[in-house]
């Protein structure tokens, strides 16, 4: 039995957490979120000429590699590197983008009002990162010591968590009267220091108390 060709073959597999089909590049600052997304996540592929159905088009035009390295360099902060290869199937030509897991992480890409945000890979889309793994990404980058005081407060949010995990951030702003942002640094910290683990397998993150801890 002949065997299948490579592309083809991951084809067959469908867009997914690793893999991306894009018909075409029609605006760097799109394409750049994928780059991010992928960078910030565990790395992938983009096939250039694939429709989201999987059917082979073919490479549009010759300049859509340097849209993607346009998007590389002026579109993603940092810039994400990426490595490519053309492959011809039956006389259409498809583009693979491989894009690394990148230890620059987090990177940064335009939203469509152009203001630079962090994305991550979730399934086969790319979506915004939460701000509590932004946080925890930009702490453990920077190696800034964290102190935390248990306080009253505190060892009441750790037993609120510990009695109904799992639980979201608006949870904890709902019943503690905290800020989106004070709870996203306070889960951060405890996080970092192992108090606290966080699930990512869901578009929201949920947190859990890590055991043992006394409270």
Known sequence: MKKQHYIKELISQGEGLHLDFKFEISEAPKIARS???????????LLIGVKDNGVIK?????????????ASLNYCRPKVGFTSKEWNIKGKKVLEINVPFSSDYPHKAPDQSGKYKVYIRYEDQNILADGVLVKVWNKEKSNQDIQLIFTDELQNILQFIDKNEPVTTKDLQANFNLSKFEVEHLLSDLIILDIVKMDDSETELQFYLNEPTEL
């Open 58 to 70: 073919g490479v549009q035009s010759e300049e859509e590699y340097y849209m993607i390295e346009n």
């Open 35 to 45: 780059l991010v997304a992928f960078a910030n996540t565990s790395g992938g592929k």
